[in-house]
Every structure is written in structure tokens, then in C-alpha cells.
């Protein structure tokens, strides 16, 4: 039977099977545009991204009984952790599809810290764990990842700022005047009308796309974790990469509970107890390790569907896993993804000028809507400490920044023969949450509500 409540109707299958359809695809576009630029900013395949990203939603679907209409696509907070790994791989002499790998194995590190918070979850209770991890450190780290990238946006739109005009101006057009689809879609919509417009002028080199396949696999080996492992292993650079991405999972596990607690409030079910938040934890944590295994991002939960649930009224998981489904179908097609990939430069920096700078304001947004006390010293300190040394150790010409060359300062000491490099937000993030754990007063609780919602997987 139906459940109905207030005219939303919650079993998507009663609409028949043509609505049903279509409703699926909407949810797939909703997060296609964030997704897939994912992969085209870090140089990660598309193909694979769509289809663990697909994957990573119906296995966390299974994990919660399929209670919960959540879709896992590309998080963005890990975006800065995969350009310092880049340009530490540089710097020993590795090219970019060389040294990504290593940054995938930082991720799947990242992600099992998802598994650890859920067993501690489970076995003591969120809000004890929550303690350590309050507003006023995911905060700064939050602003400081957008901070930290926002110089590669500016790079890629001076190639043709005409171009990234346009992506900017209808991002901001769809984002402020937009209603229902387009209010929710603004950098799909962006991304479509920048790609056109550069296409008709000339400035688009489709010559990838001719020549690629109709059907072909997701991924291959080479690029994957797996590939590492047929010839020589930089250990030193494997290390750097866990410690420089591992403590960003901080801060993406408090946007975890804050979006399924939006989820929720949209649903009007409290999922952080049934099924429960360390069955999410474990569904988000496995998804993102096993997608990063393969060379695709690490998967977030995505306001973006949120937002089509809200609009649409249609809360059945049932669609949502649809559009995972049309995910894994995309991926097969090697011509797709050459469509894809072969996007302007401008077009990805006009979208990721408005999408970095947008990180750094739901960093200050969630410790203003936490009420974040700063007339205490204490936040202050933990604040200006991670803040100033994520932004200042990355951009330290003294500790190897290279911003010609895109080369991020780090903090490099050597461990027998092998040299280890920690990037200025691994060590904000570190001692981040040391100060805030050792200094006298009191540590803010992170609330269970909507308001830690703010998603980092979307603009």
C-alpha cells in the first residue's frame, strides 16, 4: 500500500512505471553535473566515477534495509587532499595518472575511518564522539579546502574568461532566479550552457570523442590502486598521501550526519536511529574505499537529491536506486565519457570559482548556524590555528610552494629512508582537533539536526 502524508506520496512504484522512469532520471541528472566534475578537476576516470558512485548508492541502500532515499556521488572536500598528492608525486618525478593512485589510497583510508566511527557509534553513542568534533573545527577546515583551491579556478578561467562568464553567470542565474528542477540543477545547467557555447565558437577538441567507443569497461587496472602494485612503490609517498588525505574524513563523517539528518527532516524520519548512523557510516565508508580502490572519488551523500525529494514529494528509495542503475549504464559508454572529458578548462574553472568559493561559506555557515562562540579564546585559537596553517603551509614558498608550477607547500621530515610529506590542511586538521580536545573549557556538542547540512559533494 501507498503511505501517504500532507499529499507527499512515498512509494514512487504506485505512479506507474513510466513517472517512475523519469523520476529516476531526474535524480540521476540532479547529481550529474557535481559527480562528473569530480573526475574531470582530479584527472580520475568518469567512466569509473558513474559507475562506483552507482554502486556505492545500492550498497548503501542494502546496508540500511533500504530505508534511506540517499544517493553517494564525488565529494569535493577531497579535492585539495588530491592536489597536494599530485604535486608531491611531481615533485618526485611522477606524472599525474602516476601519483593518483597513491591519493586513492589515502582516500580508502579516508573511508575506513567511516567503519571505525560506526563501530564507535554503535558501541558508545554518537554524541560522545561527536565531542571531539565540533563546528569550530570542521569549520575552518571546511573554509580552508575551498581556500586552498580556489587559485586552480582562477588558472583554468584565465584560458578564455569569455567561456567561464558564461558557466558563472548562469550558475548564479539558476541559483537565485531559478524554481523547482533548475533552482536545484544551477551547475549541471552551468556546465551545459558554458560547454555549448564554447563548442559553437570553436574552442571544443571533439577529436577524443570520435574516436572513442560505444560500449566499452569503466576503468582499467593500470589507473586503479591495484596497479600500483606491478611496479615500484614510492613509500614514501604512500604514507604522505594517508596522512594528508585521512584527516579530511573529519570533516566529510560531520557532513554525513548532517545530511542524513536533512534527509530525514525532509522525509520526516529520524534515520540517525532507524536504521541507525553507523549503518549510513558503514554504507558511505565501504562505498567510498572500494570506489577509490578502482580510481573513481570518494562519495559523499548528496544534498542535491535531497533537494529533488523535497521538490518532487516522492521519497521511495526505490527511485533513488534507479538512478543508480542509469549511473552504471552511462559508465559502459566510453563515448560519454569522452563527451565529458573533452570539456573546456574555462568551463570547469567558472563552475569551480563559484563551487570553491561556496565550500569556504558553508564552512562559516555551519559554525554561525551552530552558534560557535568566539568570544571564547579558546575557539579562537583552534580556529586561527587551522585556518593559518592550512592556507599558510600550502602556499609557503619556505616549505617548497611552487604556485607557478602548482606545487603546494608541506611540512617533509624523513622516517629512516623514507621521506614523508604532510600538507598544510593534514597538519591544521591534526592540530585542529588536538587544541580542541586539551584546551580548558567547554567542547561544543555537534547537534543531530539539519543545520550540520551543507554538503560538500555539491556546490
Known amino acids: 500500500?501507498?503511505?501517504?502524508?500532507?499529499?507527499?506520496?512515498?512509494?514512487?512504484?504506485?505512479?506507474?512505471?513510466?513517472?517512475?522512469?523519469?523520476?529516476?532520471?531526474?535524480?540521476?541528472?540532479?547529481?550529474?553535473?557535481?559527480?562528473?566534475?569530480?573526475?574531470?578537476?582530479?584527472?580520475?576516470?568518469?567512466?569509473?566515477?558513474?559507475?562506483?558512485?552507482?554502486?556505492?548508492?545500492?550498497?548503501c541502500h542494502f546496508v540500511t534495509g533500504r530505508k534511506v532515499p540517499v544517493f553517494l556521488g564525488s565529494s569535493f572536500a577531497f579535492l585539495g587532499g588530491y592536489a597536494a598528492v599530485a604535486a608531491s608525486g611531481a615533485e618526485a618525478g611522477l606524472s599525474l595518472s602516476e601519483a593518483l593512485p597513491y591519493a586513492c589510497v589515502g582516500v580508502a583510508c579516508a573511508g575506513l575511518m567511516y567503519l571505525i566511527l560506526a563501530l564507535i557509534c554503535k558501541s558508545v553513542g554518537s554524541k560522545k564522539i561527536m565531542l571531539f568534533f565540533p563546528p569550530v573545527v570542521t569549520g575552518p577546515i571546511i573554509i580552508a579546502i575551498g581556500m586552498n583551491l580556489a587559485p586552480s579556478a582562477l588558472n583554468n578561467c584565465a584560458q578564455n574568461w569569455p567561456i567561464a562568464l558564461v558557466a558563472i553567470v548562469v550558475v548564479i542565474v539558476c541559483n537565485i532566479w531559478g524554481k523547482g528542477m533548475i533552482k536545484i540543477v544551477p551547475i549541471l545547467l552551468g556546465v551545459v550552457a558554458s560547454y555549448v557555447v564554447a563548442a559553437v565558437t570553436g574552442n571544443v577538441d571533439f577529436t577524443g570523442v570520435k574516436e572513442a567507443a560505444w560500449i566499452g569497461l569503466p576503468f582499467q587496472m593500470k589507473d586503479t590502486v591495484f596497479g600500483l602494485f606491478g611496479g615500484q612503490v614510492n613509500g614514501g609517498l604512500l604514507l604522505s598521501a594517508i596522512i594528508t588525505i585521512v584527516p579530511i574524513s573529519f570533516a566529510t563523517m560531520m557532513e554525513h550526519v548532517g545530511d542524513i539528518s536533512a534527509i530525514g527532516s525532509t522525509v520526516g524520519k529520524n534515520f540517525i536511529e532507524d536504521p541507525g548512523l553507523h549503518r549510513t557510516l558503514i554504507g558511505d565508508g565501504i562505498g567510498t574505499a572500494i570506489a577509490s580502490l578502482f580510481g573513481a572519488p570518494a562519495n559523499t551523500t548528496y544534498g542535491e537529491n535531497t533537494g529533488v525529494l523535497a521538490l518532487t514529494k516522492v521519497y521511495d528509495p526505490f527511485v533513488i536506486r534507479l538512478a543508480a542503475v542509469y549511473a552504471i549504464v552511462l559508465s559502459f559508454c566510453p563515448k560519454f565519457a569522452a563527451i565529458i572529458t573533452a570539456m573546456p578548462a574555462a568551463t570547469i574553472g567558472g563552475v569551480s570559482l563559484i563551487l570553491y568559493g561556496m565550500i569556504s561559506a558553508i564552512g562559516i555557515r555551519n559554525m554561525v548556524e551552530n552558534h560557535t562562540d568566539f568570544q571564547k579564546s579558546r575557539n579562537v585559537i583552534v580556529a586561527a590555528l587551522i585556518i593559518g596553517l592550512a592556507i599558510g603551509i600550502n602556499f609557503s614558498s619556505a616549505l617548497g610552494a611552487d604556485t607557478v608550477n602548482g606545487i603546494s607547500g608541506a611540512i617533509s621530515f624523513t622516517v629512516g629512508s623514507v621521506k614523508i610529506s604532510l600538507s598544510g590542511l593534514a597538519v591544521a586538521s591534526i592540530v585542529g582537533i588536538l587544541l580542541n580536545a586539551i584546551l580548558p573549557g567547554k567542547r561544543t556538542e555537534l547537534p543531530h539536526n539539519d543545520k550540520l547540512s551543507g554538503s560538500l559533494g555539491k556546490y
Do not use: C
Not at 8 to 31: D, P, S
Open 1 to 59: 500500500m501507498g503511505n501517504e502524508k500532507d499529499g507527499a506520496i512515498y512509494n514512487a512504484r504506485e505512479l506507474g512505471t513510466g513517472k517512475t522512469l523519469v523520476l529516476g532520471l531526474q535524480h540521476m541528472f540532479a547529481m550529474f553535473g557535481a559527480t562528473v566534475l569530480v573526475p574531470i578537476i582530479t584527472g580520475l576516470s568518469v567512466s569509473a566515477t558513474l559507475l562506483f558512485a552507482g554502486l556505492a548508492t545500492l550498497f
